[in-house]
Structure formats: C-alpha cells, structure tokens
C-alpha cells in the first residue's frame, strides 16, 4: 500500500476555523466511491435526454460528495466550448427540499431551479399570450408571484433549451416522493421525463433508498429509467472491510492535530457506529474534531469521539433502512423462476427435454448379430462362385 501522506504541517499553526475548514473539506476517493462514479459518468456519456438517471444508497453514504465530483467532472469537460460560448451553462445542480405541507411544491422546484441557473428577474417573468381579435388584437400576459406552475415550467423549458447543461443533477430526490392525496407516483416522474424531453437535457436523480418507490411503476417508466447503485461497506463482502479500514486510516493521517490518533485500534467500534458508510464517519470525526479544537487539546481522545458516535437507535434505524433497501435491489432465484415462467421458457424447457427423451426412444437400436449354433466343424452354408461369378 502506498503511504498515506497527511495534512499540511502549516496548518498547526493556523486558527482552529481554518483546520476544522480543512478537514471538513476534505475527501478522499475510497473504492465505492470511485466505481460508483466511473459507473455514474458512464451512464451519464450514453444517456440521452428522455431518460432519467436514479442513484440511490443508505443515508451518509457520500451521494453529496459524488455530485460535486460529477459536477466538477462535466464542467471540465465543456471548459472549450464555455470559451467559445459562454452564455452556456455546464452543469444545473440543486437540491430539494422538505416540503413544509407535506407534499411536494412544483412551483417552488421551478423557481429554485431557475435561480440555481442564475436567471435573472425570476419573480418578474412574463408569459405572453396573443390573442387575434377580428378589430384590435391584444396581447394578455401574467407575471410574477401571480405566476401559476405552467408558467414557470416554461421559463424552466426556454432556460434550460438556451442555456444547454450537460446534466440536471437533483440531490435529496426523495422529497418527489412526498405528494398530495390522490397524485400517483408515476406522474411525479413522468413530469421530469417530459421536461427531459422537451428540453434534451438529461436529469440525474439523488437520494436514499425512498427514491425506491419510483423503481418499475410501470412500463414506460422502467424503460426509461436507469438505476446506480451507491452502497455502503458490508463486511460480507469480500475486500469491504480492508477499504473501510483504508478510509479510517486516511481520516487518521488528515485530522490537523499535534498528535496522530489510532483511530485503527478500534475500527471495529468506527464500523458499528457508521455501519460502513464514510460519509457518516466524516461528519462524525468531524465534531469530534471540534470538540477537540474547542477545549485546546493538541490530541483527540475516546471521550471526544465516543462524545459524538451516532446512538445505538440511530444505528438501529439506519441500518434497518439500509437492509430494507439493499433487499429490494436483491434478485432472488424465486424472481428469476417467476419470470422465466411467466415468459413460458419454463415450459419451453420442459418442452425440449420431453422432445429430446421421445427421440431417444424412437431412435432404432442396434442389436448384436445373433450367433448361430451349430455343431463344431461344420461348414456354415453360403453361395460359392461358379465360373468366376457369383450366383
């Protein structure tokens, strides 16, 4: 293994904000991390608009930290064209939030997502409507906090037609799922498949294992719809607990204090209380950091980190969500049975080695000439040649 190399030494001597800042900033590019970003931009680059793209995983597994990386990623590659064109936009991101009334606000999406794009007078947008009258034509139009949902739905559609992002990245997408009686989930999705269509841009959606709920409503939408898998570490699998240890170590070497804790003594207890998500483990060692820059000690001790371990029924709660989730992405050998059933390759199969087995009964056999008896010595009978021939 390549060795680890840790925080500027500069910074011990800098104020506790600036090494908290630090820290807090700091990622690492762990395995799971890595592949479900090469898997996401590899999506991403065959995709085309009218797909959408759901990635989901456990709470603090590190989705955030995968967008910005996304983000970064895409922005670099139209840096060219932004030259050449900079009224263009690389990338849209923004994040949903909670609704307040317990379902979801359309038209506060749309006003966030113009603001997000930097669209100027988004309060004061004017949708005009021409009428032709037989003696003096009018023009009628609405604007502003009068603006109803159709509105801004088209300023999103012109906005995102001239501005031409490479991706719509939504984070906490789950809140799609939080609707008004009597509203399916389907038509939630198909809103931004048809905004994807419109538009030609390709939307990314990421949340927890809610965005679940959207997965195979129906036809149309299964089709049109891929899923990423982002996962935390599971120490049933094979390589997951050396890469939770790695990750644990790289923490170690980058919390800018005067002495280095062993954070790895006790991976184990770092484990149980992340249940193998990093992000959960950053953010822990993070106020636990804090607190040890809070009291002016030069190390962070088991009182700090154990002072802000997540409770056993936060544990509890998260890890049931996770097994719930990780459950449904399972496919099972019943799921398999049931379809090659319902598909009629069961029978099918069945069908062939029926077939093959009346074959096998039908084909002739070859049975041994049957010896004749007779007594020893005597000639057994047969034509012989008469004149060089034979009769």
């Not at 190399?5 to 900033?25: D, T």
């Not at 031409?164 to 009686?181: F, N, T």
């Not at 980058?254 to 953010?283: M, Q, T």
Request: aromatic share 8%.
């Amino acid at each position: 293994m390549a060795k680890i190399v840790g925080f500027p030494r500069s910074l011990l001597k800098q104020s506790k904000q600036e090494r908290l800042k630090y820290f807090s900033n700091f990622t690492i590019a762990h395995p799971r991390l890595v592949e479900t970003y090469e898997e996401l931009m590899r999506v991403i680059r065959r995709t085309g608009s009218g797909t959408l793209i759901l990635v989901f995983g456990p709470s603090g597994v590190g989705k955030s930290t995968l967008l910005r990386r996304v983000q970064r990623q895409l922005t670099a590659e139209r840096m060219t064209e932004l030259e050449e064109r900079p009224d263009l936009i690389p990338v849209v991101v923004d994040e949903l939030v909670g609704p307040d009334s317990g379902c979801f606000n359309w038209k506060d999406f749309y006003r966030r997502l113009l603001i997000s794009m930097d669209e100027p007078l988004v309060d004061r947008k004017v949708v005009y409507e021409k009428t032709e009258a037989p003696q003096s034509p009018r023009i009628y139009f609405k604007t502003g906090p009068r603006s109803v949902t159709a509105d801004l739905r088209f300023a999103v559609e012109q906005t995102l037609k001239y501005r031409k992002p490479g991706a719509v990245l939504i984070d906490e997408a789950q809140h799609l799922a939080k609707m008004a009686s009597g509203r399916k989930l389907e038509d939630q999705l198909d809103c931004l498949k048809s905004l994807s269509n419109q538009t030609g841009v390709l939307f990314v959606l990421m949340g927890t294992y809610e965005l679940l709920a959207f997965h195979n409503l129906n036809a149309q939408l299964s089709r049109r719809t891929i899923n990423v898998h982002f996962g935390r570490y599971r120490l049933d699998n094979k390589g997951d607990g050396h890469a939770f240890k790695s990750a644990l170590l790289t923490f170690q070497k980058h919390l800018p204090l005067n002495e280095e804790p062993n954070l790895l003594a006790r991976w184990d207890y770092f484990y149980e209380r992340s249940l193998g998500c990093v992000g959960i483990l950053k953010d822990w060692l993070a106020r636990a950091l804090g607190e040890t820059l809070d009291q002016g000690s030069s190390r962070l001790t088991d009182k700090h980190v154990e002072m802000y371990a997540p409770s056993l029924s936060q544990c509890h709660k998260l890890l049931s969500d996770a097994i719930a989730g990780e459950k449904k992405l399972t496919d099972k050998k019943e799921s398999l049975h049931e379809l090659r059933v319902r598909l009629g390759l069961i029978g099918c199969d069945q069908e062939r080695q029926s077939d093959q087995a009346t074959l096998k009964l039908r084909k002739p056999v070859q049975r041994a000439h049957p010896r004749t008896k007779g007594r020893r010595g005597r000639r057994r009978a047969k034509r012989d040649p008469v004149a060089g021939r034979e009769l």
